[in-house]
């Protein structure tokens, strides 16, 4: 497996002012047997010129209309050459052993897919990076590893899954999401394929002002998607649905304090967890509490 061409495949839009960055970190890859397609998603900025002026014949550049992220990853993997495709984004950054080290172990393990951890930086105006957190923690080893542990909490990004490419093309990403478009694909591919886990920081996830990670209301739209495809499961597992609405409601706390109110006291029906009554309330109080003086 160590000769397999892998197909990286990375959705942009107006993101010349950073893709390079994003599509060198790749090329610079330990293993180099590999195509590049980036799927311009109806970008008007100069992405292409920028793409052709890296000058690697293994960038591959693909124009579509504008559908969203979504159709453009589905894009990518109909076109890709690679029997193992991995999945990048335009303004995230890889490092150098990313793909050597998951193509080890889906070697050694014979699995379907393969994740890895990945670090979140905040990118302040000034250029400055700072950390936001790793996820999976290093609490969470391959065994962890289940549907149920994915639905109580997403910990899953597309930039972590590198997997054989019929797998990608038997589970397609849901154009119909807004946000949370990994973590729908990643509950998917756990009820259905093996996984094998790289428990190593291979990603670096950059947050910037115009990330779509930023946007909080898509977040809501998205996790009511995820609740009505997972209806069912959820039904026959409450503490997972429970946990699942706090974990979201965590998350929301700060950019939307009523949304996270209320999930709060959805796990507390479902669950009766008294620390879901606890998190509510203080919810609650923090938001009667000036901004500046918190």
Same mark, same amino acid.
């Given at each position: ?62 124009? *579509? *209309? ?35 080290? *998951? ?13 890895? *951890?990945?670090?979140?930086?905040? &990118? ?45 093309? &038997? ?15 990643? %509950? ?11 428990? &190593?920081?291979?990603?670096?996830? %950059? ?18 998607? %995820? ?68």
């Amino acid at each position: 497996m160590r000769d397999e061409l892998v197909s990286v495949v990375i959705p942009t839009y107006n993101r010349a002012y950073c893709i390079a960055e994003s599509v060198g970190s790749v090329l610079r890859q330990t293993h180099d047997n590999l195509e590049v397609v980036v799927v311009d998603d109806g970008s008007t900025d100069n992405t292409r010129e920028v793409l052709e002026s890296l000058g690697d014949e293994r960038v591959r550049y693909v124009r *579509q *209309q504008n559908a969203g992220a979504c159709a453009a990853r589905n894009h990518g993997v109909d076109v890709a050459r690679g029997h193992l495709v991995a999945f990048h984004d335009s303004d995230d950054v890889w490092l150098e052993h990313k793909l050597e080290r *998951q193509l080890t172990s889906l070697g050694r393990s014979g699995a379907d897919f393969c994740l890895c *951890q990945m670090r979140t930086l905040r &990118e302040e105006a000034d250029g400055v990076r700072t950390l936001v957190h790793v996820v999976p923690n290093d609490l969470l080893t391959g065994a962890d590893l289940t549907t149920s542990t994915i639905l109580e909490k997403n910990f899953l990004s597309t930039q972590m899954l590198m997997g054989h490419r019929e797998v990608f093309l &038997e589970e397609r990403f849901d154009v119909r999401m807004p946000r949370l478009q990994d973590w729908d694909l990643g %509950i998917r591919l756990f009820e259905r394929f093996s996984c094998t886990y790289v428990q &190593e920081i291979l990603v670096e996830q %950059i947050i910037r002002s115009d990330s779509l990670s930023s946007d909080s209301r898509k977040y809501v739209v998205a996790l009511e998607l %995820i609740e009505e495809k997972n209806v069912a499961y959820l039904h026959e597992h409450k503490r997972v649905h429970a946990q699942m609405l706090s974990n979201a409601a965590k998350s929301l706390a700060t950019s939307l304090p009523k949304e996270s109110q209320r999930l709060f006291l959805r796990s507390f029906r479902i669950d009766h967890n008294p620390l879901s009554l606890a998190h509510a309330a203080h919810v609650q109080a923090m938001s009667l509490v000036p901004a500046c003086m918190r």
